[in-house]
T-cell receptor
Framework: AQSVSQHNHHVILSEAASLELGCNYS??????LFWYVQYPGQHLQLLLK??????LVKGIKGFEAEFIKSKFSFNLRKPSVQWSDTAEYFC???????????????FGKGTKLSVKP | DVKVTQSSRYLVKRTGEKVFLECVQD?????MFWYRQDPGLGLRLIYF???????EKGDIPEGYSVSREKKERFSLILESASTNQTSMYLC??????????????FGPGTRLTVT
């Protein structure tokens, strides 16, 4: 079965530290890629997305992600985190040629980010 | 602004009860989805629907059924609730950005406890 791996279960950083959250997927075909964020007590929000074109995509709140096709990766980055970035982050993949023609997503297990003030 | 609403934020039911979770979206989206979210497991797709009266099984459909009688409403049904169905249930809808490109938007979730 196709899967999405997020390498870190829980990441703890101090404010102003740089962030990189890993995401890998196991599928060689055409993909659409997403990062979602869930702040404490809030619903899942779309952070950024990749469909095609420039593999470096920018999202909201200073986040960016880079699609590296050869590595099947879509890592999320932020140069300087803030306490307000404390949340759970989910990577998700839409496998266009593998049952994903209606946009259904496969999610990773999530990474909890705690930012210490 | 896309709005996906779910009928309850919190629900407590007894084992064996029939449970209905309702989801409504106001953006005329074609596709709707039900996920469950469990700590350490992420989101797992239960069912989705790409049109009225159409449904497709997701990764974990056992013990669940769905109904989509109107485009804006997608219901998740637990025929006989069990304690292992205690979870957060998330509804989503998606729109077709362009050919092969969809964006999903999520509701606030229903935290269901089965005792």
């Amino acid at each position: 079965a196709q899967s999405v791996s997020q390498h870190n279960h829980h990441v703890i950083l101090s404010e102003a530290a740089s962030l990189e959250l890993g995401c890998n997927y196991s599928y060689g075909g055409t993909v659409n890629l997403f990062w979602y964020v869930q702040y404490p007590g809030q619903h899942l929000q779309l952070l950024l997305k990749y469909f095609s074109g420039d593999p470096l995509v920018k999202g909201i709140k200073g986040f960016e992600a880079e699609f590296i096709k050869s590595k099947f990766s879509f890592n999320l980055r932020k140069p300087s985190v803030q306490w307000s970035d404390t949340a759970e982050y989910f990577c998700a993949v839409n496998l266009l040629d593998y049952g994903g023609s209606q946009g259904n997503l496969i999610f990773g297990k999530g990474t909890k980010l705690s930012v210490k003030p | 602004d896309v709005k996906v609403t779910q009928s309850s934020r919190y629900l407590v039911k007894r084992t064996g009860e029939k449970v209905f979770l309702e989801c409504v979206q106001d953006m005329d989206h074609e596709n709707m989805f039900w996920y469950r979210q469990d700590p350490g497991l992420g989101l797992r797709l239960i069912y989705f629907s790409y049109d009225v009266k159409m449904k497709e099984k997701g990764d974990i459909p056992e013990g669940y059924s769905v109904s989509r009688e109107k485009k804006e409403r997608f219901s998740l049904i637990l025929e006989s609730a069990s304690t292992n169905q205690t979870s957060m249930y998330l509804c989503a809808s998606s729109f077709h950005v362009r050919e092969g490109r969809y964006e999903q938007y999520f509701g606030p979730g229903t935290r269901l406890t089965v005792t």
